[in-house]
């Protein structure tokens, strides 16, 4: 099984080259199919780096493993996987639910490492109403469960990364502060993808990538009008794209910059090329 060979934490931004920034898609445009019937959407999303989504109707097995496979043997396809999203609280106060959402998440790690995957996204937890009666047990039990997540991944040679997760949810690792504190604590080497259109609704965009851009192995790009995670194609909404790409560039990141939007792929794709001087 194939080891991830880059260092997770980037020290020195002088390194990077321009190739280093890869442009994917993530399958979250053909999600409204079946996994079997969205295949040839997959070869031809324009890209060869394709974000495969463990969730819905795309919720992987072992027969669509081995298809997966054999589409990335056939088209030269590079994967990662975002691990379920729908229904996942890792910060459950309920012991036996965490557990299954733990061990759910699991098997998704497994069949990242089956698929070769160059990483792995998950979401963190969200607090509940129990919060108000044990404050911070959210949090405790957050960390507990990255900890877990991470070292399972590990162990199975995948590069699993935490998202910023968008308001107004109740997620416990929204803005900069939350990665600042998480990453003071968590005592692992951990990379988090950024969602920038996440960080776009609290307006920090730039800010997550000045000062964690270092701790960043994974970007997601769709847009937004700034008051809610709307997935629109880029340009489509009211975030900056060139100041936001811009930044990445100026920015210590190395990794993938994966198309979100559910809609106009391509013309999101073709956009980041313009921004990045590869059109």
């Known amino acids: ?59 992987l097995t072992e027969a669509r493993v081995d298809m997966l496979l054999e589409l990335k043997e056939a088209h030269g396809l590079r994967y990662s996987l975002h691990a379920p999203f729908a229904d996942v ?38 607090s509940t109403a129990l919060e108000h009666f044990s404050p911070g047990e959210a949090w405790r039990l957050n960390m507990e469960s990255v900890r877990r997540l991470v070292r399972f991944a590990e162990a199975r040679g995948v590069s699993a990364m935490v998202e910023n997760v968008p308001e107004p949810v109740p997620f416990l690792m929204r803005s900069v502060e939350d990665f600042e504190r998480f990453y003071d604590e968590v005592g692992l080497e951990v990379e988090m993808a950024l969602d920038i259109a996440h960080a776009h609704l609290r307006g920090e ?51 993938w910059v994966v198309v979100e939007s559910f809609e106009g792929v391509d013309e999101s794709l073709r956009l980041l090329r313009r921004l990045l001087g590869r059109a």
């Open 205 to 255: 965009v730039e800010e997550f990538l000045g000062r964690l851009g270092g701790r960043i192995g994974h970007i997601h790009v769709s847009d937004n009008h700034g008051g809610g995670d709307e997935h629109l194609r880029l340009g489509a909404g009211s975030i900056d794209w060139k100041g936001a790409m811009s930044a990445v560039e100026a920015s210590p990141f190395e990794g």
């Open 1 to 59: 099984m194939r080891k991830p060979q880059r260092s997770r934490i980037k020290e020195d931004s002088s390194l990077m080259s321009e190739m280093a920034i890869e442009l994917a898609a993530s399958t979250l445009f053909c999600l409204h199919k079946p996994l079997e019937e969205a295949l040839r959407d997959i070869a031809q999303a324009g890209t060869k780096c394709i974000e495969l989504t463990d969730d819905g109707r795309h919720a």
């Open 89 to 126: 609280n890792i910060a459950a106060p309920d012991a036996h639910l965490r557990e299954a959402v733990l061990r759910r998440l699991e098997a998704s790690i497994r069949w990242a490492s089956a698929l070769e995957a160059e990483a792995l996204v998950f979401h963190p937890g969200a």
